[in-house]
């Protein structure tokens, strides 16, 4: 009973954490980008997307060490498709989401990213030399993305300047997510295990959610909001790290045998490619096609506990 309490415990406690952080994260990343005159998407896109990748990251650096190369290369796809399936599913639904047309251009490196990892794995193996591309390819990325991007006008007076620990709370705030996420995984998975539910129904249920609620929470509390910029970057950025980053670091660690089935590679290109259309003609994500993307999400689950090796 006692176990019972304190896995309880853990997952209303890392909600709670999730719910309070995302909140102040959401104003925060308003507040520094009035000040520093950067654009928010920006910001969600390179800050917030590295707090809330580290899961993502620690999880397949861990992986790749210990040779499961299963999780190293299905924890980054299967990332990338959560965050927009599910997350931007969740996020449209409950309030159509606005986005400017600078994450229309961003999206696009979003999808030459996913072409780019599978365009390496055409050989059966994301080798070293290949993890070197992925992060020479981010490094490149950046500094496009920080010339062409960065810079709004600013509000002379209004907020005052950025300052370093402006940015630094922007990381602890994010770091705040994914405590709160590992808590809630830690409690939902022990719990899981003492009812006697298999490892396969945890992995697929309980930890991957439980590793895409930092996105989820900075990503809902924007839809809320009404800051679509923050919600769509946030996702943009994630999955552009879940390609470079985290599969770049992967694969420096160990060489990565790709054996991720083409069913993953269509799911996730049957939701990037709309949300890319729709951001160019909408300027954003209604509900039909969050609703479409949920759809995506629920395919990806029945396939998945049918046996399909996703």
Known sequence: MLEFAVWTFAIGAGIAILVVAGDKLSDKIVEVAKKAGISPLVISIVLISLATTLPELTTSALAS???????????????????????????SVIKPLRASPSAYENSLVMLISMLFVILLSLDGTLSRIDGVLLLAFYVVYLRWL???HAKIDVEEGKYGNATSWDYIILLVLGLFLVTGAKMVVFGGENIAKALGVS???????????????????????GAIRERGNISVGNIIGANIMNALIVLGVASLIRPIQTGASTLTVVLVLAAMIPMIISLKKAGGIGRKLGLYFLFLYGLYLALLFSGFEL
């Open 199 to 221: 490892d396969f129904v945890i992995g697929a249920t309980v930890v991957a959610i439980g590793t895409s609620l930092p996105e989820m929470t900075n990503a809902l509390y």
């Open 146 to 148: 920080l010339k062409r």
């Open 65 to 91: 060490y210990e040779g499961v190369n299963g999780i190293a290369l299905g924890n980054a796809l299967g990332s990338i498709f959560a965050n927009i399936a599910l997350i931007l599913g969740l996020a």
